[in-house]
């Protein structure tokens, strides 16, 4: 066939399974290099067999302890001129039972789980068994999308995997269980930054398909001998500890490090450049007393708020708890954030949004990075205070004040003050104190006179009347109700999207058609990659709802990241 011919390829792709996390994955990456998709999975219209007769390449997104039994049941189903390929992680077995069909065969495994977003940096297995003309399309679709493809014996591929995977996710398995077993989780606080990067690991296995994992150690016929090592040499550690045998210790690490000398100055160096960026990320393990729904009860006492004193902020704890709790006053929202995180503080009173100034970007992106939930929120009204030592508002030159208050009195203040110079603050009241001097006037809350000593100038200066801030509760754990004053009717979600084009209509469909509103949409830069966003979502529906965990299901389809941030 001539070149320029095989370069237009437009085969028409079928996968089977393709409802599942990785069948999503490829479902949207080639639709994103412009071909057309067909589905076939538990419930849909469409049978594997009627797809299988259909489709030019015909892939298998199927679990691995029935890839070779779906292969063998579709397989004379498949044009002899169109290309059968699975993506199970072990491969002799399916590619034995591919090469019994009658059209092309290939097995593929993609070395990437559906967390990744595209295909670039990527590797991807190549385990060829019928070569046809779409076995070379397939690879230079792969090439072009950024990926790497290796070409390798299904059995060789099979034996690296019980290294590479099995034993990887067996150890990473063995950690989290241990881990259980004490029933105590580690304070944040005190986690290391290796600590932290290990636990990220564990976090990722667990965020998997159990039963996928199961085929993964139990299906590979090259594990078992590795696993007897892996055992052996966790006994004879475990010897040399208990008998306190360091020499033998000694010489085991020794061992280990002189097979491994090549290995070593690359690890230190890139280990030292990711444990660097994660050294300071927020992570929590979780709480062993978690179960969904409790009640704070005596526990709550101790309240995390943007201070100092006389801010908004503390005027709304204040209200919200009144005269119940303990409160901390922060000079940051990311500190409030920390404080909980670290169990400084039993929960955080954040500001999400204001009427006038719009969302509160810091309190959005700590809401991302941390691992907390938001248990309820609360609209408080702002009424903004001009206030100093002067006694009227014409001896000020100077306004401080944070930017979210002059964002909510700019129209008042080109009125009445035209000439005022205006100093952003770290907050509404952080200046109040220090600042002596009559020429200085202050934007704040009522309260805030009283707890400085200053004079109210001018009361409601506000630009709109309607000035109104939400707030939101944020826990380490999901409490039920703390409050009377919380609204916890709406669900807080965090999307990372497919790259391709219209997934984001697709998305806004989800809701649409499971009648869900949305509140509100924000589109936040996830730091990971130039151009590449989260989405925050406000859904008009209570967590945990059916029709919630309906869209949930279905979202999965267009993101790789679906994540429940809490209630509002």
């Known amino acids: 066939m001539p070149k320029n011919k095989k370069e237009n390829l437009k085969p028409l792709i079928g996968i089977v399974g393709g409802a599942g996390r990785m069948g999503n994955w490829f479902r949207n990456f080639f639709e994103q290099n412009g071909l057309k998709v067909l589905i076939s999975d538990l419930h849909t219209e469409l049978s594997s067999v009627d797809l299988a007769k259909k489709a030019d390449i015909v892939l298998l997104a199927v679990p691995i302890a029935q890839t070779a039994k779906t292969i063998k049941e579709i397989s004379r189903f498949v044009r002899p001129d169109a290309l059968l390929c699975d993506i199970a992680s072990l491969k002799s077995e399916a590619v034995k039972a591919m090469a019994e069909s009658r059209s092309g065969a290939l097995g593929i495994h993609p070395l990437f789980g559906p967390l990744v977003q595209d295909l670039a940096g990527q590797k ?16 230079r679709l792969f090439i072009n999308g950024g990926g790497e493809v290796i070409e390798v014996d299904p059995r060789e591929h099979d034996r690296q995997m019980a290294l590479i995977q099995a034993l990887i996710h067996f150890d990473n398995l063995c950690l989290a269980r241990t881990i259980y077993a004490q029933k105590t989780i580690p304070k944040p606080s005190f986690l290391t930054p290796t600590f932290r990067l290990q636990s990220l690991i564990i976090g990722r296995t667990l965020g998997q398909n159990p039963s996928l994992y199961a085929d993964m150690e139990m299906a590979n016929p090259y594990f078992k001998k590795i696993l007897d090592d892996f055992l052996q040499e966790a006994r004879s550690l475990a010897d040399d500890i208990k008998g306190k045998n360091k020499e033998g210790f000694v010489n085991k690490f020794k061992e280990a490090s002189s097979f491994l000398a090549d290995f070593i100055k690359v690890a230190e160096t890139r280990s030292t450049q990711i444990l660097s960026l994660i050294d300071k990320q927020p992570i929590m393990l979780g709480d062993s007393k978690r ?22 902020s503390h005027q709304a704890a204040l209200d919200i708890f009144k005269g119940k709790k303990s409160l901390l006053a922060f000079s940051n929202i990311r500190d409030i954030f920390e404080a909980v995180n670290n169990m400084e503080a039993d929960i955080g009173l954040v500001p999400a949004e204001n009427t006038i100034g719009g969302v509160v970007a810091e309190t959005i992106n700590n809401l991302i990075e941390y691992p907390l939930a938001t248990t309820g929120s609360f609209d408080f009204p702002v009424h903004q205070c001009l206030l100093g030592r002067a006694r009227g508002k014409e001896e000020i030159s100077v306004l401080k004040s944070h930017k979210q208050a002059f964002s909510q009195c700019l129209g008042w203040i080109g009125k009445n003050m035209p000439k005022v110079k205006l100093e952003e603050t770290p907050s509404t009241t952080s200046s109040m104190e220090k600042e002596k001097s ?53 669900t807080l979600l965090l999307l990372s999207a497919y790259d391709r084009v219209g997934v984001l209509r697709d998305i806004l469909d989800v809701f649409a058609g499971n009648n869900l509103n949305l509140s509100s949409l924000h589109s936040v830069p996830s730091k990971m990659r130039p151009w590449e966003y989260y989405f925050f979502l406000e859904v008009g529906a209570p967590y945990p709802s059916s029709l919630i965990k309906k869209a949930l299901n279905e979202l999965e389809k267009y993101c790789s990241i679906v994540r429940v941030i809490g209630r509002s």
């Open 124 to 139: 991807i297995v190549f385990c060829r068994v019928k070569d046809n003309q779409y076995v070379d399309f397939l690879k």
């Open 291 to 312: 179960s969904g729904g409790l009640k704070l009860g005596s526990a709550f006492k101790k309240i995390a708020f943007l201070g100092p004193k006389g801010t908004f």
């Open 438 to 490: 009559p020429k200085v006037g202050f934007i704040g809350s009522g309260a805030a006179s009283r707890v400085y000593g200053l004079n109210v100038l001018a009361r409601n200066i506000e630009d709109s009347n309607s000035n109104i801030t939400k707030f939101y509760i944020i826990t380490r754990k999901a409490f039920g109700e703390i409050s009377d004053k919380l609204k916890s009717g709406k």
